[in-house]
């Protein structure tokens, strides 16, 4: 047989908090505005490009009016991860537009419910809509049994979520358990008189020492105990201390006891008494006021520190036959007392149904500022045409008071529930003649009932009439954020249980809908229960999804992340603890049934349900049965109907991405994967924090690693599921570009809405990579222990920029990539600075985040490695040395591609060090090919280098390392000359000298070698452009005949090129085809010398014509033969007519008939001195018009 406590004596004391469901309007204005996204990066791994799409949360509707007679209008182009990334900040922007409670209350009466009306533990097939459930109930342990069994007065009984204790006193006893394991049995036995009132405060900031955490507060009727309480990590060992703390309340009875959390101020109130009481206490003492006391805030002067009249009336009265003379005293009393500490506001609720708000001033004071009887609220009542007999004065009651929390609501101060069950939300502002208005920072004045919420009735519909009696006889309620509602009824042998919820599916899907305002749906139920009821707490962090009343109630988005409200009811036969139930396992219960969320939650919702149970394996929903995943796989493929293309209410439409409307497997996709991230979004991933005995502040992960754990399964699930379901799920395989508009309108807008489709669901699919690998390069990077030392390893601006980096940066931004690159850098040179191995470290890295340290990277490292292994063997092992230094550049030869040209100075600069000249030549070259593999750089520079041509960025980065490869060489040829100088300058010392001599001789020798070595690799480039400019570094530095020395296939090109623009690259062409033995091209290069316009004196192109005329007699191929001998011929002639230009030049240069007029004489020289000229132009216009007759008869002679 169960035993239960007698339900008399027992005080109830009901603390409330509040309500509150947001705004979920989903704005499509925020797809279509492209400024009010964030940035996003472009991935290299994914090259298609696609548009815009709006999220629409809209439930499924007819297809839209196409007009194929318009044209299509493409969109930007954007990248699917940029696509995805703009996805999850809809979704986002989606969840915090939830419609807040005053929206879906702006109806003055609604009482729209799923009614869940069967009796407890009857199957009626409509569990799934039960909001709450009961998982487990803590029986009360015997030894309260017995103790309860010796009490002789007066006993209660109550809850310390706090503590996850519960209590109960026995005349001057008090008894707690812990009702979660059933155990840790305590008792406190110290007092002397029979407690009254007990309540569980917090300290007042700086009284206590910090172990102390709360006050238990016991009120007996001569005495105000405050006891110091500590509770240890697990709550396993609860320990009470005596504060010495002890007011005297001869002639009050304490009934209610209420403290601010943020103040630590305690008040109470008496029995039939309207005054409210304060506790003072403090550390200190004075001569006038002691550690500890009370005083009256509602009467001034002494008597607000002495009871009232009222209380020697009561006393009186207690005498036989003293109510004879005091039959008409005042019976008004406070029942409810409750501190709402985001307003500094305290609410009463007396015992005539009066509400009175108190404001907190900062002096300590309360002041009266409503005061709002149960009559003028059934006045407001009528002003709103609501009237119902639920509400009628005579028989209804206020029975509890509820405060709503500014979050929640900026202009719902409290919500009342009657004895009726009805619920009275009441709002408050400042009144200045007759209008209402809210002002900040001055306490509001005047309050008004202006929404009703009625209970359901018996039958299980969706509408209730307004003399509903299901909840008559309502003893008291409860409503917790966002919404719970818990009310108690009173019953002969047991109470009943009425829990109802706000059913966000239904108000998202109502708040879906543009042209009519979302309204308050709920789910309701009788919970289990046994016993009568004394109390009702919860026992988790009240539900918090927002700091705004927008999105604040939208327990869809956070039922994956947060773990569901659990609240614990105490009744005299034990604590019954009951849980959230959230949407998911509604959907599980509903089994096969599901089709019928179609029309009770927007397309997306169902979808997003139905993909996280078909992946669910952890997390606070759990894992599902094999069962109810494959329900649920069906109904997300099967029931998400397909992509649409939408007009814009005119009958017109335009293809492009922002005008088409997604099916519900993307919006879920893009929901599910936003409502997993949303805690982690926008947190910094790093933080600085101050130290104990530290200097500074240090370096600390920023987030809760057990969670970023779940996360990370979470993500791995669902990409496992979409992979092996993408055959199965239309549009997440297929083309990924549009290949054209052929055929039907109708047609050509289907595939452009299938292609859109495509673009969203890969996108996802890699933002899903990126997610994972980012979750595990956080985890194996951001090491706890040593992050503080790994952050020396970074600069300080580095550091900075870490400390801004957000998780969506380092998912999406390409300044996440970057920032996780120097993580991985410093990790790296950390350990190679120890001398440990980087092998095992880089290698889990690259199989885990290879999108953050690629096979690339990898070999990057390793070559840094190397390179400080050959650091350590140069000075004893030079064999080992070289080893490491060949080994480091092949594998940087491999990986040339990836090097940042800081990264490759850096390199550099060690390799110089270590005097492997030759080595940094080929890294920087072949890293120069890797900058521009399609060599648009030499294009560029053959095209005649326009300065706005976009190849010029690509030829500046392939000219940096060429400047690089400059330097190298500079500093080899640097080393040489200052060697050979010290060997040609050093004195003979001594008997050392030779062995002095030979070491120096030996050394230089090893930098010429290098020296040598080095040029060898530039010249062994095939990369042409780099020739080019290392044959113009030549030149620039005065050492063109260098080139006739070099054996490259360039060399005869550059000079070819060059041979136009310059005399002495010119003489060096001709130079190098005699050196060749290539005659043929040295005497056309001979002959095009002399007859080019550069500068050339007479005598030096006689001379070129000679050299041409020379070379055409020396050996040539049998092929070349014919063009040798007419080349000859052609400069015999040239030579001919030379030579009497030679002569006209001496005759005119000393031709006495010119010496008066000098400037004839320098302007006929300076033409002949010149170009060799036809025949013709020398006889006409010098020999016979000066009178040369023997050079006029030679050239009649010559033209012969």
Same mark, same amino acid.
């Given at each position: 047989?169960?035993? +239960?406590?007698?339900?008399?004596?027992?005080?109830?004391?009901?603390?409330?908090?509040?309500?509150?469901?947001?705004?979920?309007?989903?704005?499509?204005?925020?797809?279509?505005?492209?400024?009010?996204?964030?940035?996003?990066?472009?991935?290299?791994?994914?090259?298609?490009?696609?548009?815009?799409?709006?999220?629409?949360?809209? +439930?499924?509707?007819?297809?839209?009016?196409?007009?194929?007679?318009?044209?299509?209008?493409?969109?930007?182009?954007?990248?699917?991860?940029?696509?995805?990334?703009?996805?999850?900040? /809809?979704?986002?922007?989606?969840?915090?537009?939830?419609?807040?409670?005053?929206?879906?209350?702006?109806?003055?009466?609604?009482?729209?419910?799923?009614?869940?009306?069967?009796?407890?533990?009857?199957?009626?097939?409509?569990?799934?809509?039960?909001?709450?459930?009961?998982?487990?109930?803590?029986?009360?342990?015997?030894?309260?049994?017995?103790?309860?069994?010796?009490?002789?007065?007066?006993?209660?009984?109550? !809850? %310390?979520?706090?503590?996850?204790?519960?209590?109960?006193?026995?005349?001057?006893?008090?008894?707690?358990?812990?009702?979660?394991?059933?155990?840790?049995? +305590?008792?406190?036995?110290?007092?002397?008189?029979?407690?009254?009132?007990?309540?569980?405060? &917090?300290?007042?900031?700086?009284?206590?020492?910090?172990?102390?955490?709360?006050?238990?507060?016991?009120?007996?009727?001569?005495?105000?105990?405050?006891?110091?309480?500590?509770?240890?990590?697990?709550?396993?060992?609860?320990?009470?201390?005596?504060?010495?703390?002890?007011?005297?309340?001869?002639?009050?009875?304490?009934?209610?006891?209420?403290?601010?959390?943020?103040?630590?101020?305690?008040?109470?109130?008496?029995?039939?008494?309207?005054?409210?009481?304060?506790?003072?206490?403090?550390?200190?003492?004075?001569?006038?006021?002691?550690?500890?006391?009370?005083?009256?805030?509602?009467?001034?002067?002494?008597?607000?520190?002495?009871?009232?009249?009222?209380?020697?009336?009561?006393?009186?009265?207690?005498?036989?036959?003293?109510?004879?003379?005091?039959?008409?005293?005042?019976?008004?009393?406070?029942?409810?007392?409750?501190?709402? #500490?985001?307003?500094?506001?305290?609410?009463?609720?007396?015992?005539?149904?009066?509400?009175?708000?108190?404001?907190?001033?900062?002096?300590?004071?309360?002041?009266?500022?409503?005061?709002?009887?149960?009559?003028? /609220?059934?006045?407001?009542?009528?002003?709103?045409?609501?009237?119902?007999?639920?509400?009628?004065?005579?028989?209804?009651?206020?029975?509890?008071?509820?405060?709503?929390?500014?979050?929640?609501?900026?202009?719902?101060?409290?919500?009342?529930?009657?004895?009726?069950?009805?619920?009275?939300?009441?709002?408050?502002?400042?009144?200045?003649?007759?209008?209402?208005?809210?002002?900040?920072?001055?306490?509001?004045?005047?309050?008004?009932?202006?929404?009703?919420?009625?209970?359901?009735?018996?039958?299980?519909?969706?509408?209730?009439?307004?003399?509903?009696?299901?909840?008559?006889?309502?003893?008291?309620?409860?409503?917790?954020?966002?919404?719970?509602?818990?009310?108690? &009824?009173?019953?002969?042998?047991?109470?009943?249980? %009425?829990?109802?919820?706000?059913?966000?599916?239904?108000?998202?899907?109502?708040?879906?809908?543009? =042209?009519?305002?979302?309204?308050?749906?709920?789910?309701?139920?009788?919970?289990?229960?046994?016993?009568?009821?004394?109390?009702?707490?919860?026992?988790?962090?009240?539900?918090?999804?927002?700091?705004?009343?927008?999105?604040?109630?939208?327990?869809?988005?956070?039922?994956?992340?947060?773990?569901?409200?659990?609240?614990?009811?105490?009744?005299?036969?034990?604590?019954?603890?009951?849980?959230?139930?959230?949407?998911?396992?509604?959907?599980?219960?509903?089994?096969? #049934?599901?089709?019928?969320?179609?029309?009770?939650?927007?397309?997306?919702?169902?979808?997003?349900?139905?993909?996280?149970?078909?992946?669910?394996?952890?997390?606070?929903?759990?894992?599902?049965?094999?069962?109810?995943?494959?329900?649920?796989?069906?109904?997300?493929?099967?029931?998400?109907?397909?992509?649409?293309?939408?007009?814009?209410?005119?009958?017109? %439409?335009?293809?492009?991405?922002?005008?088409?409307?997604?099916?519900?497997?993307?919006?879920?996709?893009?929901?599910?994967?936003?409502?997993?991230?949303?805690?982690?979004?926008?947190?910094?991933?790093?933080?600085?924090?101050?130290?104990?005995?530290?200097?500074?502040?240090?370096?600390?992960?920023?987030?809760?690693?057990?969670?970023?754990?779940?996360?990370?399964?979470?993500?791995?699930?669902?990409?496992?599921?979409?992979?092996?379901?993408?055959?199965?799920? @239309?549009?997440?395989?297929?083309?990924?570009?549009?290949?054209?508009?052929?055929?039907?309108?109708?047609?050509?807008?289907?595939? %452009?809405?299938?292609?859109?489709?495509?673009?969203?669901?890969?996108?996802?699919?890699?933002?899903?990579?990126?997610?994972?690998?980012?979750?595990?390069?956080?985890?194996?990077?951001?090491?706890?222990?040593?992050?503080?030392?790994?952050?020396?390893?970074?600069?300080?601006?580095?550091?900075?920029?870490?400390?801004?980096?957000?998780?969506?940066?380092?998912?999406?931004?390409?300044?996440?990539?970057?920032?996780?690159?120097?993580?991985?850098?410093?990790?790296?040179?950390?350990?190679?600075?120890?001398?440990?191995?980087?092998?095992?470290?880089?290698? +889990?890295?690259?199989?885990?985040?290879?999108?953050?340290?690629?096979?690339?990277?990898?070999?990057?490292?390793?070559?840094?490695?190397?390179?400080?292994?050959?650091?350590?063997?140069?000075?004893?092992?030079?064999?080992?040395?070289?080893?490491?230094?060949?080994?480091?550049?092949?594998?940087?030869?491999?990986?040339?591609?990836?090097?940042?040209?800081?990264?490759?100075?850096?390199?550099?600069?060690?390799?110089?060090?270590?005097?492997?000249?030759?080595?940094?030549?080929?890294?920087?070259?072949?890293?120069?090919?890797?900058? #521009?593999?399609?060599?648009?750089?030499?294009?560029?520079?053959?095209?005649?280098? !326009?300065?706005?041509?976009?190849?010029?960025?690509?030829?500046?980065?392939?000219?940096?390392?060429?400047?690089? =490869?400059?330097?190298?060489?500079?500093?080899?040829?640097?080393?040489?000359?200052?060697? !050979? &100088?010290?060997?040609?300058?050093?004195?003979?010392?001594?008997?050392?000298?030779?062995?002095?001599?030979?070491?120096?001789?030996?050394?230089?020798?090893?930098? =010429?070698?290098?020296?040598?070595?080095?040029?060898?690799?530039?010249?062994?480039?095939?990369?042409?452009?780099?020739?080019?400019?290392?044959?113009?570094?030549?030149?620039?530095?005065?050492?063109?005949?260098?080139?006739?020395?070099?054996?490259?296939?360039? =060399?005869? /090109?550059?000079?070819?090129?060059?041979?136009?623009?310059?005399?002495?690259?010119? #003489?060096?062409?001709?130079?190098?085809?005699?050196?060749?033995?290539?005659?043929?091209?040295?005497?056309?290069?001979?002959?095009?010398?002399?007859?080019?316009?550069?500068?050339?004196?007479?005598?030096?192109?006689?001379?070129?014509?000679?050299?041409?005329?020379?070379?055409?007699?020396?050996?040539?191929?049998?092929?070349?033969?014919?063009?040798?001998?007419?080349?000859?011929?052609?400069?015999?002639? @040239?030579?001919?007519?030379?030579?009497?230009?030679?002569?006209?030049?001496?005759?005119?240069?000393?031709?006495?008939?010119?010496?008066?007029?000098?400037?004839?004489?320098?302007?006929?020289?300076?033409?002949?001195?010149?170009?060799?000229?036809?025949?013709?132009?020398?006889?006409?216009?010098?020999?016979?018009?000066?009178?040369?007759?023997?050079?006029?008869?030679?050239?009649?002679?010559?033209?012969?």
């Amino acid at each position: 047989m169960t035993r +239960s406590l007698s339900s008399r004596s027992l005080n109830r004391n009901s603390p409330a908090l509040g309500i509150n469901d947001s705004q979920y309007q989903f704005q499509q204005q925020v797809a279509s505005s492209p400024s009010q996204l964030p940035n996003t990066r472009l991935r290299n791994q994914v090259t298609s490009s696609a548009n815009r799409l709006s999220l629409s949360a809209t +439930s499924p509707g007819q297809p839209s009016r196409l007009r194929p007679t318009e044209s299509v209008q493409p969109a930007p182009p954007q990248t699917p991860a940029e696509y995805a990334d703009n996805l999850i900040s /809809m979704s986002l922007a989606y969840d915090a537009n939830y419609p807040d409670l005053d929206r879906i209350t702006q109806q003055p009466q609604m009482s729209e419910y799923k009614f869940v009306s069967s009796a407890p533990g009857v199957l009626s097939g409509s569990e799934a809509w039960t909001p709450f459930i009961r998982t487990r109930i803590s029986s009360i342990p015997d030894i309260i049994f017995e103790q309860y069994n010796k009490s002789e007065c007066y006993t209660q009984m109550g !809850l %310390f979520p706090e503590l996850s204790r519960a209590w109960i006193t026995v005349d001057n006893k008090l008894f707690f358990w812990n009702f979660v394991s059933g155990q840790d049995f +305590s008792s406190y036995e110290d007092l002397n008189h029979t407690i009254l009132s007990v309540k569980l405060v &917090k300290p007042r900031p700086g009284t206590f020492i910090d172990s102390i955490e709360y006050l238990l507060l016991l009120a007996t009727p001569l005495e105000f105990h405050i006891l110091g309480v500590t509770a240890p990590k697990g709550y396993n060992d609860l320990q009470l201390y005596d504060t010495g703390m002890v007011i005297s309340l001869k002639g009050l009875e304490v009934n209610q006891i209420c403290g601010s959390n943020k103040s630590g101020r305690i008040f109470f109130t008496t029995r039939n008494s309207l005054d409210i009481w304060e506790i003072i206490y403090s550390n200190t003492e004075s001569w006038f006021r002691g550690k500890c006391g009370k005083i009256c805030h509602t009467r001034g002067g002494l008597s607000g520190f002495i009871p009232s009249l009222d209380t020697f009336v009561d006393i009186a009265k207690s005498v036989p036959g003293g109510s004879l003379f005091f039959a008409n005293d005042r019976t008004e009393s406070i029942n409810q007392i409750i501190i709402d #500490d985001d307003r500094s506001l305290i609410y009463t609720l007396s015992s005539r149904s009066t509400i009175r708000a108190y404001q907190i001033s900062a002096k300590s004071e309360l002041t009266c500022i409503i005061t709002y009887t149960f009559p003028l /609220m059934c006045t407001h009542l009528q002003m709103i045409n609501e009237t119902t007999p639920l509400l009628h004065p005579r028989n209804t009651s206020i029975v509890s008071i509820h405060p709503i929390h500014p979050q929640e609501s900026a202009q719902i101060y409290l919500i009342a529930t009657t004895s009726t069950g009805v619920r009275l939300y009441m709002r408050a502002a400042r009144s200045y003649g007759f209008g209402y208005y809210s002002v900040d920072g001055l306490p509001a004045t005047n309050m008004q009932v202006f929404h009703v919420r009625l209970p359901p009735q018996e039958e299980n519909n969706f509408q209730t009439v307004s003399d509903s009696k299901i909840l008559s006889k309502t003893k008291f309620s409860k409503i917790f954020s966002p919404g719970y509602f818990f009310a108690v &009824k009173e019953g002969d042998e047991s109470d009943s249980l %009425f829990v109802s919820a706000p059913d966000c599916g239904r108000i998202a899907l109502l708040a879906s809908n543009p =042209v009519a305002a979302p309204h308050l749906v709920e789910t309701a139920a009788w919970a289990e229960i046994e016993g009568f009821v004394q109390a009702i707490e919860i026992i988790t962090p009240e539900l918090k999804l927002s700091d705004n009343p927008k999105g604040f109630g939208n327990e869809l988005a956070g039922q994956y992340t947060t773990n569901p409200t659990e609240i614990a009811v105490l009744t005299n036969m034990g604590v019954h603890i009951y849980t959230r139930k959230s949407f998911v396992q509604t959907f599980i219960q509903l089994g096969e #049934d599901v089709r019928i969320l179609m029309n009770l939650c927007t397309r997306g919702e169902l979808c997003c349900t139905a993909l996280s149970v078909a992946c669910s394996t952890s997390g606070p929903v759990g894992a599902a049965s094999l069962d109810a995943r494959e329900i649920a796989r069906r109904s997300f493929i099967e029931f998400s109907g397909k992509p649409q293309v939408q007009d814009n209410g005119f009958g017109q %439409f335009k293809l492009t991405i922002a005008d088409i409307r997604p099916s519900g497997r993307l919006e879920g996709l893009a929901i599910y994967i936003s409502r997993l991230v949303r805690d982690i979004w926008n947190m910094p991933i790093l933080q600085l924090r101050p130290a104990k005995g530290s200097k500074g502040p240090v370096f600390s992960s920023n987030y809760d690693p057990a969670k970023l754990s779940s996360l990370f399964v979470m993500l791995s699930d669902l990409l496992v599921f979409l992979n092996h379901n993408r055959n199965y799920i @239309e549009g997440l395989s297929g083309p990924d570009r549009i290949l054209g508009v052929l055929g039907s309108s109708e047609a050509r807008n289907d595939e %452009f809405a299938q292609q859109a489709e495509h673009q969203g669901l890969h996108g996802l699919v890699q933002l899903l990579q990126f997610m994972t690998e980012g979750i595990s390069f956080i985890s194996l990077v951001v090491e706890p222990k040593r992050l503080s030392e790994l952050m020396g390893y970074i600069s300080k601006d580095t550091q900075v920029r870490l400390t801004k980096l957000t998780f969506h940066a380092l998912f999406t931004a390409p300044e996440g990539i970057e920032l996780a690159k120097e993580l991985v850098t410093a990790m790296v040179n950390q350990n190679i600075s120890k001398g440990s191995s980087i092998d095992s470290v880089v290698e +889990s890295l690259r199989k885990q985040c290879g999108t953050f340290c690629s096979g690339d990277a990898v070999i990057l490292y390793k070559a840094l490695e190397l390179l400080s292994n050959a650091k350590t063997a140069a000075p004893t092992d030079p064999d080992m040395k070289l080893h490491y230094l060949r080994e480091c550049v092949r594998l940087l030869l491999k990986t040339a591609g990836t090097i940042e040209f800081d990264e490759l100075q850096e390199v550099v600069q060690q390799l110089l060090q270590l005097s492997y000249h030759p080595g940094a030549v080929e890294v920087v070259l072949q890293t120069a090919l890797e900058v #521009d593999r399609g060599n648009v750089a030499m294009a560029y520079c053959q095209e005649g280098q !326009l300065e706005n041509d976009p190849r010029r960025e690509v030829f500046n980065r392939r000219f940096r390392c060429y400047g690089l =490869v400059f330097d190298i060489l500079n500093d080899i040829d640097q080393r040489v000359d200052s060697e !050979l &100088k010290s060997l040609n300058n050093k004195p003979i010392p001594g008997e050392f000298s030779q062995s002095t001599i030979s070491d120096t001789s030996s050394t230089s020798a090893i930098q =010429v070698q290098v020296q040598t070595e080095a040029y060898q690799a530039a010249y062994s480039s095939t990369d042409e452009l780099f020739h080019i400019c290392f044959y113009d570094w030549f030149v620039d530095r005065n050492m063109a005949q260098r080139l006739l020395d070099i054996q490259t296939p360039f =060399v005869e /090109m550059y000079l070819v090129r060059k041979s136009k623009t310059s005399v002495e690259l010119s #003489d060096l062409l001709w130079t190098y085809y005699c050196r060749k033995e290539q005659f043929l091209q040295a005497s056309q290069s001979l002959y095009t010398l002399s007859q080019s316009d550069f500068p050339l004196p007479l005598s030096q192109r006689i001379e070129y014509l000679s050299r041409a005329r020379g070379f055409c007699n020396c050996y040539c191929p049998e092929g070349q033969r014919q063009m040798m001998i007419r080349l000859r011929e052609h400069v015999q002639d @040239e030579i001919e007519v030379a030579f009497i230009q030679d002569d006209l030049l001496s005759r005119v240069k000393n031709d006495e008939r010119l010496d008066g007029n000098e400037k004839r004489r320098a302007e006929i020289m300076d033409r002949l001195n010149g170009r060799v000229l036809n025949l013709s132009v020398l006889y006409n216009e010098f020999a016979d018009p000066l009178g040369y007759e023997d050079i006029c008869g030679a050239m009649v002679k010559l033209a012969e």
